[in-house]
């Protein structure tokens, strides 16, 4: 991919708001170590809503490394991005601005401008197959039928990402499953919300640092 070796330096001064980046951020971060992309699938505009849980894991993980002010929205990629460390890693934070369904050309996109393979990506999305709270860290596979990781597979020509599957329930009938992962959390699930986000970004940083710690950055 043209660009693949962009550093981070050449992308902010190419016309990304760096000081919103690196204002608050550690000195650690302007020569990072291992680099990670770690994007959040969902709709922009519809927050709160089952299909966009993946965003919302990525709020309470930028809000846990401290970067929740630092969100900047880089119109190259169409997606909102933000900087945090992690020990001598540097985590890319992603949430696409465009609609599920071709998520992949966002993830993609910053994936080629900080030089990242498809094994550097992390997807965090919704989970039909699993109830909510429950919570699953595939590496790699197919779509298993869910959109936004399909484009991301097509965008970046490989199936090799590690997927944390953010369990959302099913429902009854299969005509339904459209108008329910478009539809708000029940009040009666949005009480388990907080705690499962929660469980979702330890489980998010403690694999990361597993593999940013070990001899190679295969899964």
Not at 177 to 191: D, G, K, M, R, T
Request: charged share 20%; aromatic share 4%; with cysteine.
């Amino acid at each position: 991919m043209n660009g693949g070796n962009m550093s981070a330096s050449h992308l902010f001064r190419a016309g990304m708001p760096q000081s919103r980046f690196f204002s608050q951020c550690d000195p650690e971060l302007r020569s990072p170590g291992k680099r990670w992309l770690v994007a959040g699938l969902g709709n922009p505009g519809l927050p709160g809503t089952r299909h966009s849980v993946g965003m919302a894991v990525l709020g309470q993980l930028a809000r846990r490394l401290g970067v929740a002010e630092s969100w900047a929205r880089d119109s190259r990629c169409a997606a909102d991005l933000a900087l945090a460390a992690l020990g001598d890693a540097q985590l890319v934070l992603l949430r696409p601005r465009r609609l599920m369904n071709v998520n992949g050309r966002s993830v993609a996109r910053a994936a080629e401008l900080f030089g990242l393979t498809a094994e550097e990506v992390y997807l965090v999305h919704d989970e039909l197959d699993k109830p909510l709270g429950k919570l699953a860290l595939k590496l790699g596979g197919s779509a298993r039928g869910h959109n936004g990781v399909r484009s991301c597979i097509s965008c970046l020509n490989s199936s090799a990402m590690p997927r944390l599957r953010v369990g959302i329930g099913r429902p009854t009938h299969p005509s339904a499953i459209q108008a329910y992962v478009l539809s708000c959390f029940s009040p009666e699930e949005q009480v388990l919300l907080p705690p499962l986000l929660d469980r979702a970004t330890d489980l998010l940083l403690d694999h990361i640092r597993a593999r940013s710690q070990g001899p190679s950055s295969g899964p």
